[in-house]
């Protein structure tokens, strides 16, 4: 049996694990029981296809795994890089401040997954 990683560096993954299966919960609210949605194939596979990588990654890092950590790190860098060069270019000064400051809070992740690599799981029997 693998003995447990309690260090507190390693908790936040955690946290981020349950905020991503929170936020695919979500999505799933608003995609299939929401009283616009209009029942489209295409869109509902898409949905589908979305909340299973979010369960998957949500799990990962709830299990404290490297690729878990490197797919979310991914995922909210490019959303970050996203947020803050559309924001230059095209959003107005007050709310430019705080898109930017949305932009910054995004690579936390990425900055968690730096600085707690070494502590992350990779080499066990099961990846998942």
Same mark, same amino acid.
Request: a positive charge.
């Given at each position: 049996m693998s003995e447990r990683n309690d260090r507190p560096e390693t908790?936040?993954?955690g946290i981020f694990g349950f905020l991503t299966l %929170? $936020?695919?919960?979500?999505?799933?609210?608003?995609?299939?029981f929401s009283q616009r949605a209009q029942p489209d194939p295409a869109s509902n596979l898409r949905?589908?296809?979305?909340?299973?990588?979010?369960?998957?990654?949500?799990?990962?890092?709830? $299990?404290?795994?490297?690729?878990?950590a490197i797919l979310f790190s991914l995922a909210t860098g490019m959303f970050s890089f996203w947020l803050t060069i559309g924001s230059i270019a095209e959003v107005p000064f007050p709310f430019l401040l705080i898109n930017?400051?949305?932009?910054?809070?995004?690579? %936390?992740?990425?900055?968690?997954?730096?600085?707690?690599? %070494?502590s992350l799981?990779?080499?066990?029997? $099961?990846? $998942?």
């Open positions: 908790f936040l993954f %929170s $936020f695919g919960g979500l999505v799933l609210y608003l995609s299939f949905v589908i296809v979305f909340l299973a990588l979010t369960a998957v990654t949500a799990i990962g890092l709830i $299990f404290q795994r490297k690729w878990a930017l400051v949305m932009g910054l809070l995004l690579l %936390s992740p990425l900055l968690a997954t730096i600085s707690c690599w %070494s799981k990779s080499n066990e029997r $099961f990846y $998942f």
